[in-house]
């Protein structure tokens, strides 16, 4: 008998005694499905589907046998992130086999959009054995299936745009922005990169407004969910598309990993003015609005005071942008005044949960009233007979240290006579 001829009788063999082994679990386009496990009491998956509809619903589907009457079903499904996995207890009608089905509402108990859904099955049957799926779970990501979306990746780092809304020219521009930002937060922060960053591009801003209001999240431009490693922005594949990228993905970015540096759980000790403020001062095409509206605040002294900024910003859109504005610029007075590692000291003492006022005075020895009274100095237009000095001050200075060295000479001159 050959060699092929004995694999084909074994493999038929193996299949009418049921001993076939079980098929990986395939995910794709939010389905996954597979023939995952069977025991050696005889309960056996057949099938295991999950396929979703963006913000509307999930549909779980099992097919299982049994030697004896399936009675029980337990689904359980949990998102990245999750501590707790969500159970359902499915109605049945007890048999050799069964399929099931659970469809979880979205509408009513929406999920983080574009996160990672675990997935795993109990079973149990009349003669008291039970199967579980769980060493053999499931996933599939839940993305915004309302769209096709093409990509481009470099490493971690991939980029998604919808389909037919951008060209391989639109979707390299901002792979490679994404790419120099990741590179340069990552090295000012001395940080690690997350294993996977990606990166989706809506074509308006009406389309990633629906989907933060059909997953049940408010939103304004752009989103990072660091956690998830997941970038959303609106960016039209339009003339002028490189500037939004230059100021929206290194902002986002920069949420990444700030997350990445001080971990999840000192994450929610960091203050919003210092992660918004980096953010902000990282964009890679500044925003001449944000100097404007400092200005126009500092004249009429309605700027606002940095311990407001220690909590999230307040929804009103011009009292946002301000916050955003003179975020950025605090940051910014920082790096200039103390130095890049000051806000990576920063960073660690709210890791450790030190408070808002706390950590600056920890870190830069001043209070922080203090130092929005130094940030808003630095504000001040000079004088002009001030600007006139600090322009000719370096002349001035060398003027006098030659007088200096004239007195003395003249002095013996005056005694030789």
Not at 154 to 171: K, R, S
Not at 392 to 404: D, F, I, Q
Request: hydrophobic share 45%.
């Amino acid at each position: 008998m050959t060699r092929l001829s004995t694999l084909l009788l074994t493999a038929i063999l193996a299949l009418a005694l049921g001993f076939w082994p079980a098929s990986p679990a395939v995910a794709a386009s939010g389905i996954a499905a597979g023939s995952i496990a069977a025991d050696a009491a005889g309960i056996t998956v057949i099938q295991s589907t999950a396929q979703h509809s963006f913000a509307q619903q999930i549909r779980f589907t099992l097919q299982a046998t049994s030697d004896t009457e399936i009675t029980q079903v337990y689904l359980f499904f949990r998102a990245a992130g999750d501590e707790m996995a969500k159970p359902v207890i499915l109605d049945i009608e007890p048999a050799r086999e069964i399929s099931a089905e659970y469809v979880h509402e979205l509408r009513l108990s929406p999920l983080p959009p574009f996160t990672t859904i675990t997935f795993w099955w109990e079973i149990k049957d009349a003669a008291g054995n039970s199967l579980t799926t769980a060493g053999e779970s499931q996933q599939f990501e839940y993305t915004d299936n309302r769209f096709q979306w093409e990509q481009l990746n470099a490493n971690e780092l991939t980029v998604h745009w919808i389909e037919g809304h951008g060209d391989p020219v639109f979707g390299q521009a901002a792979l490679d922005i994404a790419r120099a930002s990741v590179d340069d937060v990552s090295a000012e922060l001395r940080t690690s990169v997350p294993a996977s960053i990606d990166v989706y591009i809506y074509d308006a801003q009406h389309n990633l407004d629906a989907a933060m209001v059909l997953s049940g999240r408010e939103w304004v431009g752009g989103q990072a969910h660091p956690e998830l490693g997941v970038i959303l922005v609106a960016i039209p594949p339009e003339e002028g598309y490189t500037s939004r990228m230059m100021r929206d993905l290194p902002h986002e970015i920069t949420h990444l990993l700030v997350y990445q540096t001080v971990t999840p759980a000192g994450y929610r000790y960091v203050p919003e003015w210092l992660d918004e403020g980096l953010a902000t001062a990282n964009e890679r095409l500044p925003t001449p609005e944000y100097a404007v509206a400092i200005e126009e605040a500092r004249t009429q002294g309605q700027l606002l005071h940095l311990e407001d900024l220690c909590v999230p910003f307040p929804p009103d859109p011009q009292t946002a942008f301000l916050a955003y504005a003179q975020s950025g610029s605090v940051v910014q007075f920082i790096r200039e005044q103390y130095g890049v590692e000051e806000i990576r000291h920063l960073l660690t003492a709210y890791a450790d949960g030190t408070s808002c006022i706390g950590g600056v005075q920890k870190v830069l020895n001043v209070n922080l009233s203090g130092l929005e009274t130094a940030w808003r100095t630095s504000l001040e237009p000079q004088a002009p007979w001030r600007a006139l000095v600090d322009q000719v001050g370096v002349w001035v200075g060398l003027w006098l240290l030659s007088l200096l060295g004239i007195v003395p000479m003249i002095g013996r001159l005056r005694h030789r006579r």
